[in-house]
């Protein structure tokens, strides 16, 4: 029964591989792109509720920690289900800087407004300071998310996008700092985000933090 139950579940998931294999790179970008001007145009016409701006600071951010989160499960989704997205990681890392982006120029354009009080807030504010340390971190992996930068950089290629794992927690940390009071979605977040990068270790390292928890 197992195994008529694994042999199906190999199946199944060979077929949806074929199918991904299909999806054009592009169309990711373009359906994941789809709601930055609807979101936008939610908020110009009242449908994000009574504090549209901070509205659609939420949503850009959310999204953005979205796609962050999925680009960190593909790895770990492929080792364990057989499920195949590596085509499109890319895309997910370079959709996810957008719309950290688009968060950050609602939160400089739209909401703060006055670039006197931009650094006042970076500075005074730690769940701003950590925002901002994590979008630092991120840039230089959005400008060498292409073909040419691979090349440059070589090996140090590799290393520099190994900056998306402190960028993806602190982006957690923040989510969860912003929240007022206690709120157990950004804890969830937070929580997937270290359960993602924990699967990312080598099973030496996962055994010694097993062993580590055991003990504690």
């Given at each position: 029964?197992?195994?008529?139950?694994?042999?199906?579940?190999?199946?199944?998931?060979?077929?949806?591989?074929?199918?991904?294999?299909?999806?054009?790179?592009?169309?990711?970008?373009?359906?994941?792109?789809?709601?930055?001007?609807?979101?936008?145009?939610?908020?110009?016409?009242?449908?994000?509720?009574?504090?549209?701006?901070?509205?659609?600071?939420?949503?850009?951010?959310?999204?953005?920690?979205?796609?962050?989160?999925?680009?960190?499960?593909?790895?770990?989704?492929?080792?364990l289900t057989g499920l195949n997205?590596?085509?499109?990681?890319?895309?997910?890392?370079?959709?996810?800087?957008?719309?950290?982006?688009c968060h950050l120029l609602v939160?400089?354009?739209?909401?703060?407004q006055d670039p006197s009080q931009?650094?006042?807030?970076?500075?005074?504010?730690?769940?701003?300071?950590?925002?901002?340390?994590?979008?630092?971190?991120?840039?230089?992996?959005?400008?060498?998310?292409?073909?040419?930068?691979?090349?440059?950089?070589?090996?140090?290629?590799?290393?520099?996008?190994?900056?998306?794992?402190?960028?993806?927690?602190?982006?957690?940390?923040?989510?969860?700092?912003?929240?007022?009071?206690?709120?157990?979605?950004?804890?969830?977040?937070?929580?997937?985000?270290?359960?993602?990068?924990?699967?990312?270790?080598?099973?030496?390292?996962?055994?010694?933090?097993?062993?580590?928890?055991?003990?504690?």
């Open positions: 029964m197992t195994a008529w139950i694994s042999g199906n579940t190999t199946e199944a998931m060979h077929k949806l591989n074929q199918i991904l294999r299909r999806v054009p790179v592009w169309a990711v970008y373009i359906a994941g792109l789809v709601p930055v001007p609807w979101l936008f145009y939610q908020g110009m016409t009242g449908g994000l509720g009574v504090e549209p701006i901070e509205a659609l600071e939420h949503e850009y951010g959310e999204l953005a920690l979205q796609l962050l989160i999925l680009g960190l499960a593909v790895t770990p989704l492929r080792r997205l590596m085509k499109f990681r890319r895309a997910f890392g370079i959709l996810t800087l957008s719309y950290v982006a939160w400089l354009v739209l909401d703060v931009i650094w006042a807030d970076i500075i005074k504010r730690p769940y701003i300071t950590v925002g901002m340390a994590a979008f630092v971190l991120m840039l230089p992996l959005g400008i060498t998310s292409n073909n040419a930068s691979v090349r440059w950089l070589g090996a140090a290629w590799r290393r520099l996008h190994k900056l998306v794992y402190p960028a993806a927690i602190l982006a957690g940390l923040h989510y969860v700092m912003l929240a007022k009071g206690f709120q157990i979605e950004p804890m969830i977040y937070l929580f997937v985000i270290l359960a993602l990068l924990l699967l990312r270790l080598p099973k030496p390292a996962l055994n010694t933090a097993s062993r580590r928890a055991d003990s504690a």
